[in-house]
T-cell receptor, first 113, second 115 residues
Framework: DVKVTQSSRYLVKRTGEKVFLECVQD?????MFWYRQDPGLGLRLIYF???????EKGDIPEGYSVSREKKERFSLILESASTNQTSMYLC????????????FGDGTRLSIL | AQKVTQAQTEISVVEKEDVTLDCVYE???????LFWYKQPPSGELVFLIR??????QNEISGRYSWNFQKSTSSFNFTITASQVVDSAVYFC????????????FGQGTELSVKP
């Protein structure tokens, strides 16, 4: 069964901590994405990657960075967590030829205290 | 500017009712794609449909149908004879040309189907 797996379903961290959210896909997809989901705002793109070691900023990259050292893994990093980064984070992957058709993970609900 | 608007935040219906979820989009591009995704309570978004800007044919898949009208920049989604399992948040999304896999999502419509 093909899957996008996010390392944690729920995570609680403190302000100022460095936070890592991990995402792994087993479909050999070239593209990977990180979104955050907030009520009334839908999904907003944070960062995406078209290939290993490549990354591009999405619509709301401030306060975040990413790492893609291997094709199957895409990590989202909160350099110094703040309370306004409390949110649901969704990872997705897609094959290069399948325009916009993405597989999503279950999400990580992150709370910053 | 590219934008997707889902004006209905929440909809509540009784089982077997028909329900239409509205989606209005804005783009200056002539080549673009529209999508609907479903997010059940488990959290994982599931792809439902993709439409490109050159194909205005309506589509039906079982109890689901989609009405794409370029004249009104709308891509509405109708569920016929709704069921409790249809309860979810539904997102409309837009991808315009040369943007790789990037999608712009609407705010989402939470559909609640009561027995």
């Amino acid at each position: 069964d093909v899957k996008v797996t996010q390392s944690s379903r729920y995570l609680v961290k403190r302000t100022g901590e460095k936070v890592f959210l991990e995402c792994v896909q087993d479909m050999d997809h070239e593209n990977m994405f990180w979104y955050r989901q907030d009520p009334g705002l839908g999904l907003r793109l944070i960062y995406f990657s078209y290939d290993v070691k490549m990354k591009e900023k999405g619509d709301i990259p401030e306060g975040y960075s990413v790492s893609r050292e291997k094709k199957e893994r895409f990590s989202l990093i909160l350099e110094s967590a703040s309370t306004n980064q409390t949110s649901m984070y969704l990872c997705a992957s897609s094959a290069r030829g399948r325009v916009g058709i993405a597989n999503f993970g279950d999400g990580t609900r992150l709370s910053i205290l | 500017a590219q934008k997707v608007t889902q004006a209905q935040t929440e909809i509540s219906v009784v089982e077997k009712e028909d329900v239409t979820l509205d989606c209005v989009y804005e783009t200056r591009d002539t080549t673009y794609y529209l999508f609907w995704y479903k997010q059940p309570p488990s959290g994982e978004l599931v792809f439902l449909i993709r439409r490109n800007s050159f194909d205005e044919q309506n589509e039906i898949s079982g109890r689901y149908s989609w009405n794409f009208q370029k004249s009104t920049s709308s891509f509405n989604f109708t569920i016929t004879a709704s069921q409790v399992v249809d309860s979810a948040v539904y997102f409309c999304a837009l991808r315009w040309d040369n943007q790789g896999g990037k999608l712009i999502f609407g705010q989402g419509t939470e559909l609640s189907v009561k027995p």
